[in-house]
């Protein structure tokens, strides 16, 4: 297989899960689909970002509120809080900061993480199908990533930058996720994404020009 990034599937997860638990998130998202499934999955995921606008000043708006409330809570609340306002939803984003941390499958699921989902599914209006699957796993993906990259912009900022580039040199040279996972011949390989930070393919992600409005933006107000 020349390229396992684009070719192969992910590795399979339970189906035969309990509804409404981090399981079930698992195996009804796009991005842990078996390939008969991705596509209407990952089209529910297009047509809640479609509706999305103005992202960049909402996320500086946010963050400019919450100045004082320190930089970590400012990473890990505005990126999701802004996402969720989106999709008619409250800020849940100690939720979804909860659930991210036992989504992908070789991490452990804790009862926190169940008693999360439970009340995202709730907020969602308690249909426990493939569009609330969509909705969570949207901002559960914005989560952690999107923290992660902001730190180290942060962290990396030289003075004769913006937003933009700052973000693009920190997506080159530091990015927050370096490795995805494949199956390939009945086992699960990993593969490197430093030279493509949001994968490639079918299952590049959906929401990477959401994010880089979202992120810049906070840059916008962290950094003026």
Not at 162 to 170: Q, S, Y
Not at 198 to 218: N, S
Request: one cysteine or more.
């Amino acid at each position: 297989m020349e390229n396992p990034l684009i070719e192969a599937p992910v590795p399979p997860v339970p189906q035969d899960v309990e509804p409404g638990g981090v399981g079930w998130l698992r195996a009804k998202v796009a991005r842990f689909s078996r390939p008969e499934d991705h596509a209407r999955r990952r089209a529910l995921v297009l047509d809640e970002l479609a509706t999305m606008g103005a992202l960049r000043d909402k996320a500086f708006a946010l963050t400019r509120e919450m100045r004082d409330g320190g930089v970590d809570r400012i990473l890990w609340t505005v990126p999701v809080a802004v996402l969720a306002a989106e999709l008619g939803l409250p800020d849940v984003s100690r939720d979804i900061a909860t659930v991210s941390g036992s989504y992908h499958p070789h991490t452990g699921i804790g009862d926190d993480a169940e008693g999360a989902m439970r009340r995202l599914i709730e907020v969602c209006g308690g249909d426990v199908d493939e569009r609330t699957a969509a909705r969570i796993g949207l901002l559960v993906q914005a989560c952690d990533a999107t923290a992660k990259l902001l730190g180290k912009a942060l962290a990396a900022h030289r003075s004769d930058e913006d937003a933009e580039g700052l973000l693009d040199r920190v997506l080159r040279e530091d990015p927050p996720v370096r490795i995805t996972r494949r199956w390939v011949g009945g086992e699960v390989v990993e593969v490197d994404l430093s030279e493509r930070p949001f994968g490639a393919g079918p299952k590049r992600c959906p929401g990477e020009a959401r994010a880089l409005q979202v992120a810049a933006g906070i840059l916008d107000a962290l950094l003026c």
